[in-house]
């Protein structure tokens, strides 16, 4: 899909907030990701273009960070940690499920392009293992029956909300967009913070009134 | 009487915790208007004597940090929070950003007046979509406020704040190839010296801290340095986030001053989940050597922990009972290493592949008694040779496995295999009492 003059002007927004505008890499390929879905070779031109450097250079820099895709993932992007603590907890039998159920293998794609999975390092919520992040929000404390019924939701339209995020998962698009530095509007939505990690002050409240 | 001391998680359980509104109703934002009436010098001196000491695992004194930033030298100078928490276990900066983005950003104020920058960053990292929201609400909500922009609280002082959101790489958390990522570059650690203090971004002067340690700022500036030195030990000061995961009735989040023992903590929130024992824990992240039931009673503060032999890096406890191997363990860390090596140095990019490969062959019942020699002369070889210290963070769970559970590698060699239930260890295999 072509870059309007609108998207162009947002990729300028994003260029002016820095002193130097090759820092703005970043941000930028995060907002071909919201634009394409991936980072197609269209976005690293145009990336490559606006800070007058070598597509490349761009490349190399896209090919270092993990969180841009060279290929398409799905509309719900479905990331199981199975980092140390996560996977004794129980992610790795999460992932085994999922796989089985989906009928994918790490890094692929439902057939109706609705879900991808991926395996993920540590998300810093190991308080709430494990974990399940979708479009990279929070699903926490989860299960293999829960994971399936995350993934079955999400195929038939109608996803299960996250954890710890919105009201909604909005679509990896929309959450791409957010990484690229554009503001949804959705930050008031959903928990200040979970149990966990509101364990402690609970504990000191009733101890001081102990 | 409780020992937890809430500062930072003071007001975590009310639901706007967030917002500006909620930040002000408990003296949000008086800090920073009172540090502006200061000298900048007079605001790093208050921070040296408060003893505050960086929260993202070094320990580096932050008072002094901010005091190597060079005056008078006409150069733009640059603060940039590290906010790209990725250590395994680690899981406190993400939870106070989602519930108190205000305090990083006033914070942060405070300690760009400090160091003369009119231009701050905060490195997040990426794959913590709702966090990145809140922190760009309550930016936009702080320039609302003239907290930010220019002449911030009528000083005459301008500060730009700009959040760098990151791309999912755990090197990024290094300082220097955080520094090399916000300048849109891959994130490859830099050789020090220079140090950032002197050639940081754009090469130019600039502080890196903590999530953590800029958000203990404002607490320090309003109540005074004597108000934060008195709690802690005696080179540990103040109050810290501990974050106990695992296999414990109850994890979750606990302010508490420096030097609170794991034994305490577990009788705080409820201890070992019910029918277990604790086998081994990390102290501050998969970074930091393990310890075992022995270590229950160490102080958990920089000087405690270093005297028993690991780091008190960021206070991630990951607790593991009896039905954990240990092997496996630490073999998801080591690939955990081995795909986060950024492949500068070859000590680290090669040695950690290697790594993966013995420890594979040990968990499939392919190794030897003779691999574990083989894998302590690798660390040997790794430790101390590389840039930065992700290739050391890859030995400390290998070395220190083996020196506390030798036994269980070898059982591996006998056994042909794993000999654990991983079943065992899910939260599935029993229910967890609730809070």
Same mark, same amino acid.
């Given at each position: 899909?072509?870059?309007? #003059?609108? #998207?162009?002007?947002?990729?300028? +927004?994003?260029?002016?907030?820095?002193?130097?505008?090759?820092?703005?890499?970043?941000?930028?390929?995060?907002?071909?990701?919201?634009?394409?879905?991936?980072?197609?070779?269209?976005?690293?031109?145009?990336?490559?273009?606006?800070?007058?450097?070598?597509?490349?250079?761009?490349?190399?820099?896209?090919?270092?960070? +993990?969180?841009?895709?060279?290929?398409?993932?799905?509309?719900?992007?479905?990331?199981? $940690?199975?980092?140390?603590? $996560?996977?004794?907890?129980?992610?790795?039998?999460?992932?085994?499920?999922?796989?089985?159920?989906?009928?994918?293998?790490?890094?692929?794609? +439902?057939?109706?392009?609705?879900?991808?999975?991926?395996?993920?390092? $540590?998300?810093?919520?190991?308080?709430?293992?494990?974990?399940?992040?979708?479009?990279?929000?929070?699903?926490?404390?989860?299960?293999?029956?829960?994971?399936?019924?995350?993934? #079955?939701?999400?195929?038939?339209?109608?996803?299960?909300?996250?954890?710890?995020?919105?009201?909604?998962?909005?679509?990896?698009?929309?959450?791409?967009?957010?990484?690229?530095?554009?503001?949804?509007?959705?930050?008031?939505?959903?928990?200040?913070?979970?149990?966990?990690?509101?364990?402690?002050?609970?504990?000191?409240?009733?101890?001081?009134?102990? | 009487?409780?020992? &937890?001391?809430?500062?930072?998680?003071?007001?975590?359980?009310?639901?706007?915790?967030?917002?500006?509104?909620?930040?002000?109703?408990?003296?949000?934002?008086?800090?920073?208007?009172?540090?502006?009436?200061?000298?900048?010098?007079?605001?790093?001196?208050? %921070?040296?004597?408060?003893?505050?000491?960086?929260?993202?695992?070094?320990?580096?004194?932050?008072?002094?940090?901010?005091?190597?930033?060079?005056?008078?030298?006409?150069?733009?100078?640059?603060?940039?929070?590290?906010?790209?928490?990725?250590?395994?276990?680690?899981?406190?900066?993400?939870?106070?950003?989602?519930? =108190?983005?205000?305090?990083?950003?006033?914070?942060?104020?405070?300690?760009?007046?400090?160091?003369?920058?009119?231009?701050?960053?905060?490195?997040?990292?990426?794959? %913590?979509?709702?966090?990145?929201?809140?922190?760009?609400?309550?930016?936009?909500?702080?320039?609302?406020?003239?907290?930010? !922009?220019?002449?911030?609280? !009528?000083?005459?002082?301008?500060?730009?704040?700009?959040?760098?959101?990151?791309?999912?790489?755990?090197?990024?958390?290094?300082? /220097?190839? &955080?520094?090399?990522?916000?300048?849109?570059?891959?994130?490859?650690?830099?050789?020090?010296?220079?140090?950032?203090?002197?050639?940081?971004?754009?090469?130019?002067?600039?502080? %890196? =801290?903590?999530?953590?340690?800029?958000?203990?700022?404002?607490?320090?500036?309003? =109540?005074?340095?004597?108000?934060?030195?008195?709690?802690?030990?005696? @080179?540990? @000061?103040?109050?810290?986030?501990?974050?106990?995961?695992?296999?414990?009735?109850?994890?979750?989040?606990?302010?508490?001053?420096?030097?609170?023992?794991?034994?305490?903590?577990?009788?705080?929130?409820?201890?070992?989940?019910?029918?277990?024992?604790?086998?081994?824990?990390?102290?501050?992240?998969?970074?930091?050597?393990?310890?075992?039931?022995?270590?229950?009673?160490?102080?958990?503060?920089?000087?405690? %922990?270093?005297?028993?032999?690991?780091?008190?890096?960021?206070?991630?406890?990951?607790?593991?009972?009896?039905?954990?191997?240990?092997?496996?363990?630490?073999?998801?860390?080591?690939?955990?290493?081995?795909?986060?090596?950024?492949?500068?140095?070859?000590?680290?990019?090669?040695?950690?592949?290697?790594?993966?490969?013995? &420890?594979?062959?040990?968990?499939?019942?392919?190794?030897?008694?003779?691999?574990?020699?083989?894998?302590?002369?690798?660390?040997?070889?790794?430790?101390?040779?590389?840039?930065?210290? &992700?290739?050391?963070?890859? /030995?400390?769970?290998?070395?220190?496995?083996?020196?506390?559970?030798?036994?269980?590698?070898?059982?591996?060699? /006998?056994?042909?295999?794993?000999?654990?239930?991983?079943?065992?260890?899910?939260?599935?295999? /029993?229910?967890?009492? !609730?809070?």
């Amino acid at each position: 899909m072509a870059y309007t #003059d609108r #998207d162009i002007a947002t990729m300028d +927004t994003i260029i002016n907030r820095y002193p130097r505008k090759r820092s703005a890499i970043m941000p930028l390929l995060h907002f071909v990701q919201a634009h394409d879905g991936f980072v197609t070779g269209e976005g690293i031109e145009l990336v490559a273009k606006k800070l007058e450097l070598e597509t490349a250079e761009v490349s190399a820099v896209a090919t270092f960070y +993990t969180q841009y895709k060279r290929k398409p993932v799905g509309e719900y992007h479905v990331g199981v $940690c199975t980092n140390t603590l $996560c996977a004794i907890m129980g992610g790795d039998e999460i992932l085994a499920g999922l796989k089985e159920h989906l009928g994918l293998e790490n890094d692929g794609v +439902t057939a109706d392009g609705k879900v991808s999975l991926e395996h993920l390092e $540590c998300n810093a919520a190991c308080d709430y293992a494990p974990v399940v992040m979708a479009n990279w929000e929070f699903y926490d404390n989860q299960n293999v029956q829960s994971a399936k019924d995350l993934v #079955d939701s999400m195929r038939a339209g109608n996803p299960i909300p996250p954890t710890r995020g919105p009201n909604s998962l909005p679509t990896w698009k929309e959450n791409s967009a957010v990484l690229a530095g554009i503001n949804d509007g959705r930050a008031g939505e959903g928990v200040q913070a979970g149990d966990p990690s509101l364990l402690g002050l609970k504990i000191a409240k009733k101890g001081s009134k102990a | 009487m409780s020992t &937890l001391t809430p500062v930072l998680s003071a007001h975590w359980d009310e639901s706007d915790s967030f917002t500006i509104a909620g930040y002000k109703r408990h003296g949000g934002y008086e800090a920073a208007a009172k540090a502006l009436k200061m000298e900048p010098d007079a605001v790093i001196q208050l %921070v040296k004597d408060s003893g505050l000491r960086g929260r993202g695992g070094a320990g580096f004194p932050t008072g002094m940090k901010w005091g190597f930033i060079p005056q008078g030298d006409n150069k733009d100078h640059y603060l940039v929070v590290n906010a790209d928490e990725s250590e395994p276990g680690t899981c406190k900066d993400m939870p106070l950003l989602l519930a =108190n983005p205000h305090v990083l950003i006033e914070g942060m104020i405070i300690a760009s007046y400090a160091i003369r920058a009119k231009y701050a960053f905060i490195y997040l990292r990426g794959e %913590v979509v709702h966090v990145a929201r809140r922190l760009q609400q309550a930016i936009e909500d702080a320039y609302k406020a003239g907290h930010l !922009g220019k002449n911030i609280f !009528g000083s005459g002082v301008d500060l730009e704040l700009v959040l760098h959101i990151g791309a999912g790489a755990y090197i990024c958390g290094e300082e /220097t190839a &955080l520094l090399d990522s916000l300048e849109g570059f891959r994130g490859q650690p830099r050789l020090r010296p220079p140090f950032p203090a002197i050639a940081g971004l754009y090469a130019r002067p600039t502080v %890196v =801290n903590n999530v953590e340690s800029i958000a203990s700022v404002p607490a320090i500036i309003a =109540n005074g340095a004597e108000w934060f030195s008195a709690m802690g030990t005696e @080179k540990s @000061k103040g109050m810290t986030l501990y974050s106990l995961s695992g296999h414990v009735v109850n994890p979750g989040q606990f302010e508490a001053p420096l030097g609170i023992t794991l034994r305490q903590l577990l009788e705080l929130s409820g201890g070992i989940r019910p029918g277990h024992q604790l086998k081994f824990w990390t102290p501050g992240g998969s970074s930091t050597p393990i310890f075992t039931a022995d270590h229950l009673d160490t102080p958990l503060d920089y000087e405690g %922990v270093s005297a028993a032999g690991s780091m008190l890096g960021t206070k991630a406890l990951q607790i593991f009972d009896e039905t954990t191997c240990v092997l496996r363990a630490v073999l998801r860390w080591s690939e955990f290493y081995k795909h986060e090596s950024c492949g500068k140095c070859t000590p680290c990019r090669e040695g950690t592949t290697w790594l993966v490969q013995i &420890l594979r062959d040990l968990e499939n019942g392919k190794g030897t008694a003779a691999d574990l020699d083989k894998l302590l002369d690798l660390c040997d070889n790794i430790m101390g040779r590389s840039f930065c210290a &992700l290739g050391d963070g890859a /030995t400390s769970p290998i070395t220190s496995s083996i020196k506390f559970f030798r036994d269980e590698y070898i059982a591996h060699v /006998t056994h042909g295999g794993c000999p654990f239930d991983s079943h065992a260890s899910t939260l599935f295999a /029993t229910e967890r009492a !609730g809070a």
